[in-house]
Each structure stands twice: as C-alpha cells, then as structure tokens.
C-alpha cells in the first residue's frame, strides 16, 4: 500500500517489476548474496528522494535505512539499470502510441540548472547569457517526448559542444535515427555536416520567424515538454549531486518513473487525466460584502451583522491629512 505521493501503486510496481528484474539478472556481474531489502521498498525510496529532492540522510524511517538505499542506488547507477529500464520501458510506449519501437526522428535541447554548493567548480562553469553557475543537461528525445541520450557537462559548454557529446552517445545505442531537429543555438555549416558524415543524420533548424511573439514552434516544443516533466521532480530543480554521474543517473530515474506511470495508464485501460479547456466548477454565487449586502450563511439566511467596538475609544483625528505636509515630533501632519 503506498504511503507517499512518489511510492509506486500495486498497479504502476506490476508493470516495473519484472522489468527491472529482468535487467538486473543481465547486469549483474555475478552470483552473490541476494539483497537483504524488498526491491519495492528501494524503489520507492529513490522515488522519495527524486520526487521531494531531499538529503540522503533525511530518509523517513519507514523505509530502508538511507546507506542501504544509497548503496543500492549506487551500485545499480554504475552498472546502467535506469538507463536500460528506460530503454525498455520507451519501446512498449511507443507500440502503444502506435509507433515503431526504434524512432526516426528526434529533437535536441539544453538546459541550464543552478548549482549548490555541494557541486565543485572542477564539474560546473559559469553560462554568460543566463548568468548563471552550473551544470548544463544537453538532452535528445524522440517526437513523443521520451528522453534518448543524456550528457550532463558545465553550464560553460557551449551548445554545440554538446551537442556532439550526446550525439556520439547516441550513435552506440541508436542507429535508426535519420533527421534531428534544433533551434538555432545549433545552426552552422560544421555541426551540420559533421552530423551528417558521422552519425548520418540531417540536422535541421527550427527558427522563430517573429523574436518578439509568441509562437508554438514546430517540434521544438516537444522537448520543452520534456524539461517540464522533469523539473516536476525537485531533485532536479537544483543540481545537488557531487559527480555528473549520480545527476545523469537522477535524470534517467525520475523519466522512468513518468515512463512507468504513462505506461501503467496504457496496459489497464485508465482514462487520460483531464486536461484544462474543458468545463471547469463554477463557484457559489455570494453576496458582495463590498455592497453592504448581508452575507449569506450556508441555509441561505442572511446573517446577523456584528458591530464591532474594537476602536470605537480611539479619538479621531477628522482634519485632512495632506502626504507632503511637514511632521511634527509628535509624529502627526501638521495641518
């Protein structure tokens, strides 16, 4: 039975579990000791972390004791379980939003994210357009929003830099990808035609054709969508993690938690969440007290109006108050 906000339902662990024991059996380098805690139990405690964005040591003491998690999240970090659950989790989502498994197409983008004090400036820099010190997350989803490859550098490296960190990164786990979308940070003869020799993919430019209005661009917005499911975890609003390492690995846990959630809604029929646009409440209709209308209680009586006596033995002062009239040292405008 789910305790927090951020535990797994029964229905949500039945769709994660045996996949992520399934990678688990394929990353696992030998034959040990099984682990002492229940899987969900570890789960649901890197969910606590990653949803609430607390310290490690602030585990409530329901869960595993916070080295146990730690260790786990750790370890399994090192041997690519998030990014693998991912893997396996993005291919059923695209079958049922009626996609091939292995997309054609994807989008590119970046993001800079303050850093704490807990992040050494050897893994961090200073971003001169946003004016901010941290850590840049240069991301590659596919045209349904879910997240490809990841590179996590400093907020100094520029865009195109990283865009050819997560492209090679991409290369050893896609080979299907034909056209790659971008804005216009990323425009130039020889990011394009590097993509085009090495990886064999066509970069396009989206760009604005107004700079001063709105405008939904094509696809670029589906990676914007993106950075906004994830910064709904507050583990990554900030970037606290001491290694680029632990913060890709935070990344990819909370998009396996968004992908699982989405992915439970498909495989038990639920109903998408309703979406705003529709018809909303309407409040109560009262009475404006602003009027001197009586206020109604809640049989639909008017109330009986209290006189309240609270300054009624304060003497008044009805001489007009002028602002710019010079004060006394009595602290009173002097008429």
């Not at 940070?185 to 064999?200: F, H, I, K, Q, V």
Request: glycine share 6%.
């Amino acid at each position: 039975m789910p305790r927090y906000p951020s535990d797994l339902s029964d229905d949500q662990w039945k769709v994660l579990e045996p996949q992520a024991r399934a990678v688990m059996k394929e990353l696992s380098a030998a034959a040990g000791r099984p682990m002492g805690h229940d899987l969900r139990a570890m789960v649901d405690a890197v969910a606590y972390v990653t949803r609430n964005g607390i310290e490690w040591r602030a585990m409530p003491a329901d869960f595993p004791p916070w080295d146990s998690v730690y260790a786990f999240y750790q370890r399994w970090n090192a041997r690519g379980l998030p990014q693998h659950l991912v893997t396996r989790l993005r291919g059923r989502l695209r079958e049922h939003q009626g996609r091939q498994p292995e997309p054609t197409a994807c989008i590119i983008d970046s993001q800079i994210v303050k850093c704490a004090d807990t992040v050494s400036r050897a893994t961090s820099g200073y971003h001169g357009g946003k004016k901010i010190t941290g850590r840049g997350r240069h991301l590659v989803v596919d045209t349904e929003g879910w997240p490809l490859a990841l590179a996590v550098t400093a907020a100094s490296v520029s865009d195109k830099a990283g865009a050819r960190l997560v492209t090679a990164r991409l290369m050893m786990l896609l080979a299907t990808l034909k056209i790659m979308w971008a804005d216009t940070g990323y425009n130039g003869s020889p990011l394009r035609d590097w993509m085009r020799e090495t990886a064999g993919i066509t970069l396009e430019i989206v760009a604005r054709t107004s700079p001063h209005s709105f405008q939904v661009l094509k696809r670029r917005w589906v990676v914007e969508r993106t950075f906004g499911w994830l910064m709904r975890y507050r583990r990554l609003a900030r970037d606290y993690e001491r290694t680029i390492e632990h913060h890709e690995a935070m990344v990819w846990w909370a998009t396996v938690f968004i992908m699982n959630k989405r992915l439970t809604r498909h495989e038990t029929g639920q109903p998408p969440p309703p979406r705003w646009g529709g018809e909303r409440p309407r409040p109560v209709p009262q009475a404006a007290l602003s009027t001197g209308s009586q206020p109604l209680d809640p049989a639909g009586a008017p109330r009986p109006v209290v006189h309240t006596t609270r300054f009624a033995d304060r003497p008044t002062d009805t001489r007009r108050c002028d602002r710019h009239a010079p004060i006394d040292s009595q602290g009173t405008a002097a008429a």
